[in-house]
């Protein structure tokens, strides 16, 4: 590894030595308020390196690119952890978690979302997804008194040790079919493999799309996620909608990229995949009564759609996909921020019976989380119905009219259990009791979501110019 | 499109944006009712007086537009705003202001949270200017589903006792609909960009597509299925008498006087005119959709006894007749049918108010417990009288005017149609005269001392009735800004 290798991967050794050394420091000083303050500069650090100091390699180590799309998904995580930390502040005061240990965990796992984001190898990309994932197993169970927490992270762990599993052994096929683990060679020279060669490359692909399916919430493979977003305090599970499957999006969309022809095979089941997600997503959010478990459904509709732009595989596919990654990110994490904002002693408000006029109570915060739950379901005007806009639009250039027809179908679905939700919100009902008021970090963190939900959803061009740019 | 480079000044955009400053003011005001009411009050008088301007002074926006706006958003995709205004956005335009003034007049002793009931009122006026006005596909959806947003909060808030289930189904019902359109929109700016490489959702620039019969349509039914959702014709219907019954008093008068009317607009900017020869072959369904439409309605009001539900079946009774005049494609149905649209507004729109009124004073909408309000309040019951005569079409006031002439233009090409339709006519007058009798003639059936009009109700009416009069009389200025539009809209969708 040469001097330009690190100076490469600056915003990770930040990440990564920054969480390291607040680590150190907590076993001496364990104030939590500057040790969240040292998590949310580190973070910001990494987001300003990835922004400007141009990488001198374009490849480290033939396992992670530095192109401009990787800084770009570096420069995405390392906001969403600033942010993840600044809506956990209270909690970690206030429940007296190890400041040190979760604020170094949050770094530790964006910088595994970061590195995934930008693998360019098979192995890079396991080590990677591992990195965050073993963040996460602490980060849900880390509310010891929360009765849920530790269903929540057991369920994360065993889930997530299957996924391993299949991860490993369908790496290890595509290595035995390809002799190679680098990308896209891995994958181009299925073309070229014959017979049984290219059976076990194709077995080995399925696996790797299971786990794939049990780290996004692909159906059938989802069912963990309500159970562990429930559990999880709120800030962790807006990490683990957003970041935690964003970076595995995105570093797909990097595979597909390149797949080349091989992609096509595979087509077939994707598209199932695709339909089932979207329709058990939306069907399952139906029923929910508790705000968090709904939010783990529209996550799972959510991956659903983006299956949808992956599918095309085009060049205004990934456009789009991308488009609808990040306004998914800023939109599903700001309805985790404010359901965090509003959490006190008796925890956090999930049930519908403790949200029942709440928007008498909060009106601003539920007012932006009405804003964010419309742009999840769609409405123009957000972010949500330009990213679903571009992402239809790409499907039916590429003649996946049924895929519309049945994204269109779940955004109805959709939009009936937003709208009860907020329904739900602005039900007269006098005797409510009034939740915590919310820090100034966690208002702060919700006026940049909110804004950027609006403008992205009135001026999305600035952003669709920005990643067709770094996606060529 | 050539007056798009000469500046001017954007007042298109002022009647899209000054409701919507209006409301974001309102929502800023929190708690203070007074403050936001007046406020709410003096933003819908200034989009008045811009459409008065509007009205008054015709611009000349190039290509047959009356004014034209064209500003680049999101150039990727090929989508611009483009404001445009032809003689029918122009009255439909007045329509909305002038019965928004009258929907915040009538929201004046809204208490409860009123400074929201205001914001919402106006964003809603923002949205229905935006339909109206808007000339490109995305710009136009945009309002589309905006407009409903504060309808779900006003039904859903202040509505009766069902009122959470009937903004639902008022949601999920149009926004099936709206869907379905959207798909339409991205296919044919695919197809569209496709044939002539420039990608664009600007609706004059997607009226050169050339579709082969089937893709035609299928867009069509993509588009219409939004369309006949709103306007609302007979299946589908159900979510609007349940809306209507349901809303706040202001809420009612919107929903029959503006946002159902959207529909039908929508079929005339947009279904019409992108899919002429799917629209011709499609014609004589909507007309048997619009006739028994007409009669299902006129014979559920007058077998219903809540008098705001009887409302709204006559307001689907005579939207069947508006669109019927459309399936005729002629120009004197069409002339007819705007008008009616318009004067459709003003009487059921006023009727609306009347029942909200009579519901204040009796705390009933019942024709079992209604009857004798003239002897109670007879300047009440003389307005009631009035506007019930003027909406079952009584010659000399307002929608006579433009039922004749729907009635005349269909009979010209489809006389069966005309004659049937008569018949329906006939049936508005039965049900109307069953609602005067049971609400303000015969017996009181309970003895009581009402207060009749006050002053602020006599500001919402009076205006009302005098235009009723007026345009059941002379209504040949609302008629001329249609002549210039209706004829090229008629050829372009009939080759």
Partial sequence: MSV??????TPILILVLGGTALLMVCAWYRAPRPLLAGGVTVALMAALAAGLVPPPATEISGLFSATSYARFFTIL??????????????????????????????????????????????????????????????????????????????KYLLTGAVATGFMA??????YASSGSLHLPEALTSLTTATGALQAWGFLGWGMFLVAIGFKISLAPFHLWTADVYQGAPAPVSGLLATGSKGAVVAALVGVIAVAGPVWHDLQDLLWFMAVITMLAGAFGAFTQQNLKRLLAYSSVVHMGTLLVGLICQSAEGNVATVFYLV??????????????????????????????????????????????????????????FMA????????????????????????????????????????????????????????????????????????????????????? | MTAASLPQFPWLTLLVMLPLAGALLCLLHGNRTVES?????????????????????????????????????????????VLAMDGIALLMVLLTAFLQLAAILLAWRVEEKASYFFALLLLLESGLMGIFLAYDLILFYLFWEIALIPMFFLIAVWGGENRRRAALKFFLYTLAGSLCMLVAMITLYQIHGDQSGTYSFVIGDLLQTKLSSTQEVWLFAGF????????????????????????????SLDLTGLLIKTGIYGMIRLAFPLFPN?????????????????????????????????LAYSSISHLGLVVLGLAAWQLTAWEGSILLMVTHGLTTGALFVLVALIRERTGTRSLQELGGLWGQAPYLSAMFLLFSLASLGLPGLANFAGEILVLLGVFQVHPVWAVIAFAGVVFAAAYMLRLVQGTIWGPAKVKRTLPDLTAREWLILLPMAILVVWLGLYPAPFIAPLHGTVAPLLLGGMP
């Avoid at chain 1, 970061?114 to 890079?124: C, I, K, P, V």
């Avoid at chain 1, 956090?348 to 932006?368: K, N």
């Avoid at chain 2, 008088?45 to 004014?67: E, N």
């Fill in chain 1, 169 to 174: 052994f369908g790496i290890a096929l595509i």
């Fill in chain 2, 37 to 81: 009411r007046w406020l709410a009050l003096a933003t819908s008088l200034a989009v008045f007086g811009v459409s008065l301007y509007l009205f008054f002074c015709h611009g000349d926006g190039g290509s047959g537009w009356l004014r034209y706006e064209d500003v680049s958003w999101i150039e990727r995709y090929g989508i611009r705003y």
């Fill in chain 1, 327 to 384: 306004a998914y990110v800023i939109t599903s994490f700001g309805a985790f921020a404010v359901i965090a904002s509003l959490a006190d002693e008796r925890g956090e408000p999930m049930h519908f019976d403790q949200w029942r006029g709440l928007g008498y109570r909060h009106p601003i915060r539920c007012a932006v989380l009405s804003l964010f739950l419309l742009s999840l379901a769609g409405l123009p005007a957000t972010a949500g």
């Fill in chain 2, 224 to 251: 219409m299925a939004a369309f006949i959702v709103k306007s609302p014709l007979v299946p589908f219907h159900t979510w609007l008498t349940d809306a209507l019954t349901e809303a706040p008093a202001a809420g």
């Fill in chain 1, 4 to 9: 330009n290798d690190l100076l490469a991967l």
């Fill in chain 1, 77 to 154: 995580w390392s906001l969403l952890a600033a942010a993840g930390i600044m809506i956990s502040a209270r909690y970690v005061i206030d429940w007296r978690l190890g400041a040190g240990e979760y604020v170094s965990l949050v770094l530790y796992a964006a910088a595994g979302m970061a590195l995934l984001s930008s693998a360019t190898h098979l192995l890079g990309l396991f080590l990677a997804l591992e990195t965050f994932t073993l963040a996460f197993y602490i980060l849900i169970a880390c509310n010891r008194r929360c009765e849920f927490a530790a269903e929540a992270g057991l």
């Fill in chain 1, 388 to 472: 679903k806009l571009v992402i239809f639009q790409a499907a039916l250039h590429s003649g996946f009219t049924g895929l519309v027809l049945v994204g269109i179908f779940a955004s109805l679905i959709s939009f009936a259990f937003y709208l009860r939700v907020i329904l739900v919100l602005y039900q007269s009902q006098n005797e409510t009791s009034s939740w915590h008021p919310g820090s100034a970090m966690e208002h702060a963190v919700l006026t940049v979501c909110a804004s950027a939900v609006l403008l992205l959803g009135l001026f999305p061009g600035i952003l669709l110019d920005l990643i067709s740019l770094i996606l060529t």
């Fill in chain 2, 278 to 310: 799917a629209s011709r072959d499609f014609l004589p369904i909507l007309a048997v959709l619009a006739l028994f439409g007409l009669f299902h309605a006129a014979w559920c009001a007058y077998n219903e006894d809540d008098i705001k539900r009887l």
